[in-house]
């Protein structure tokens, strides 16, 4: 008989998340951080344990995610921004650098750092994906995060 071993329960470990948020599109991006804390703080994180860190835009989220794992300061990390594709192809390259650069500095610190960054071709996409129809990556991001600190605490 196969062991499968899931982080949707159990305990979770002590110490502080970091939200890492874009002030770009603001209306996006303080929705996306309303549905963060909240699941953090479901979960049993209070506000002492939750930092909320708030940069120009999608680009500077890796650079202030790396800080603080660097610092010691945090067991995980919620990044969240929004890229909308305009008549260039400037989002392709923020999207792409941007994701590698946080999968990157999760596989090298071993600290979970949920990817909450809407890459959308409209603001309509953006709006359903901010707590709209199609829910909120705030929320997905920050219970990727809980998760995952509960399976590396079981492991």
Known sequence: MSIEITGLEGELPKGRIAIVASRY????????????KETLAEAGYNDQQILVVRVPGAWELPLLSKQLVEKGKVIGIVTL???IKGETTHDEHINRAVS???ME???????????GLLTCNTVEQALQRSGGNVGNKGEEAAGAVIELLRLMKKM
Do not use: E, K, Q
């Open 100 to 102: 590698t650069s946080l």
């Open 25 to 36: 599109n603001p209306a996006i991006c303080d929705s996306l951080v309303r549905a963060a």
């Open 105 to 115: 500095l999760s596989l090298a610190s071993r600290i979970p750092v949920g990817f």
């Open 81 to 83: 921004g929004c890229v």
